[in-house]
């Protein structure tokens, strides 16, 4: 059975920092995307960032609304995803989803969307303050 736990969320002031952890069990994802989404009350889920692995490797990318805020990591070794969030902002708040693919490698941008995610975990709640 698979299962993808996130932990690190949390209450903070504006200007803070976060970091975000998935823990996979189940199966192994290195060869497969894994990516962050979040969503707010009353609000669809969005996209926040991805590890995508292409044939001659990996790439991550990022919604325009956290680059150059939120870094994505993760270690395969341990089966684990990171979402490192510096700079928070009060817009930032929402539960964040930790979400894995299990299919073959498509074109950048179908890892950008939650259909395209096979596993998910339950969410952890980030609360930034004003």
């Known amino acids: 059975q698979v299962q993808l736990v996130e932990s690190g969320g949390g209450l903070v002031q504006t200007g803070g920092s976060l970091r975000l952890s998935c823990a996979a069990s189940?199966?192994?994802?290195?060869?497969?995307?894994m990516g962050w989404f979040r969503q707010a009350p009353g609000k669809e889920r969005e996209f926040v960032s991805t590890v995508i692995i292409r044939r001659n490797g990996s790439k991550t990318s990022y919604a325009d609304s956290v680059k150059g805020r939120f870094t994505i990591s993760r270690d395969n070794a341990q089966n684990a995803l990171y979402l490192q969030m510096d700079s928070l902002k009060p817009e930032d708040t929402a539960v964040y989803y930790c979400?894995?693919?299990?299919?073959?490698?498509?074109?950048?941008?179908?890892?950008?969307?939650?259909?395209?995610?096979?596993?998910w975990g339950q969410g952890t709640q980030v609360t930034v303050s004003s």
């Open positions: 979400a894995a693919s299990d299919r073959p490698y498509n074109v950048d941008s179908y890892y950008y969307t939650a259909r395209t995610y096979d596993y």
């Open positions: 189940g199966r192994t994802f290195s060869n497969k995307a």
